[in-house]
């Protein structure tokens, strides 16, 4: 399947999608490490600050320089600065040494902003390919009420409606088998809601997963839909432990000495990271990156992986590392994680890459609680999801889609209302990605 999809990547831009847990984030990684071991340059870029960490790149604002502009007159107008003009050389020069470009969590860039990303491309002698990952039936962007309030009857919420997007011209590629699960009926249900089919044979299957107790034994990751209810799960449930509270405070460093603050504030904000995390020995955490070991050539942790914190290492009263039980029994050491704030430059023929900034802080939070946003490209072993509070298009679908064992998942729902008439309800499918995906012609790898 790689094989092929570089072959089309040679003469065309690439759409590739498909539900959560087949192997997007594994299939674009080996793409990306393929071009690498070839010697062309690869630019890899998130449409949010977490995807931007998960696929170990920068935010789209960031690289294409594109400020708060909401549409191309306003980038236009931001450009004209002289500091800005220097900025855009810079980047016309790295856009014409830029074999591939990869865009994650495609879902999540508006169609305006795609059209920016567009505009510089167009603007600049690009002439590598595009490479856009993500399910548009997952989480939509997120929009601003007042964006939502001004938006062109032109536009839709989507990246897919831009103009830009269909001169674009991409071949659409769909990965259908899940390496999340091997439960088949779990799989295909799972499908079911992720299109918007509920039938009533889906509906009673997911039945036999209610509770109207959320289990307090810790060992499972609830998912909640808004953060008050998972802030106060994670308190309440280390209050128990008798322990001691330890607090691993994140810091930065800065190296570059005419970094903007607000770029600064803008990139911390941006982390999913616990910038003050209290934690206690015993304590259920969960990882938030994926680590890879070049010593054991193995992957020490992947992100949504859970463990229990058994140890503390300090020096000189510093937290310096914390030994954490994976529930598959391996005990690691956890250090700090590095998270930089690049900067591309032209070093002769290859891209350079300058960390203006690093955050220092443990790449793990409490497991006991996470809410359905931040779990995203996440596979978590014992899984909860607290359907009560589901508010946006592709939501149930994402929570659902975190579960690794079917066997061990549970679902809390309480409501007055019957859960036939809420599921029926609250499994929205967006008619203008429904038609998308009806629409394009699709190459499908399993």
Known sequence: MINQILEILENSNVFLTGGGGVGKSYTTQNIMQHYKDNKKNVVALGSTGISAVNIGGMTLHSFFCLGICKNIDELRGYDKSKWRKQKLSDLKKILEKTDLIVIDEISMVSAELFDLVSYRLANSNF???LLVVGDFYQLPPVMKKDEEKNRSLFYSTYAFSALSWRNSKFVYIEILKSKRTDDLEFYENL?????????????????KFISSEIPLNGENTVL?????????????????????????????????????????????????????FEFKIGAKVIFTTNKYSLTHEKILFYNGESGTIKDIEKKDGQIESIIVEKNNGEIIEVERNSYDLT???IESDSLDYTVLASYYQFPI????????????????????????????????????????????????????????????????????VRNFYNEQAFIYFE
């Open 224 to 276: 909640f839909g808004r953060n008050k209810e998972a802030d106060e799960l994670n308190k309440f449930m280390l209050e128990k432990l008798a322990n001691d509270t330890e607090i691993s405070q994140g810091y930065y460093e800065i190296y570059s000495s005419n970094l903007p603050d607000d770029r600064v504030e803008k990139w911390l904000k941006n982390l999913n990271v616990v910038d003050s």
């Open 343 to 345: 900067e591309i430059a």
């Open 191 to 207: 499908s079911h809601i992720r299109v918007g089919k509920l039938n009533q044979k889906t509906i009673n299957y997911i039945l």
């Open 127 to 129: 002439k590598g390919k």
């Open 365 to 432: 939070r409490l497991a006991y609680a996470i809410t359905i946003h931040k779990s995203q490209g996440m596979s978590i072993e014992n899984l909860v999801c607290d359907l009560n509070n589901i508010f946006t298009d592709g939501q149930l679908y994402v929570a659902l889609s975190r579960a690794v064992d079917p066997k061990k998942l549970k679902i809390i729902y309480n409501k007055k209302e019957s859960f036939e008439s809420y599921i029926n309800r609250v499994v929205k499918v967006n008619d203008e």
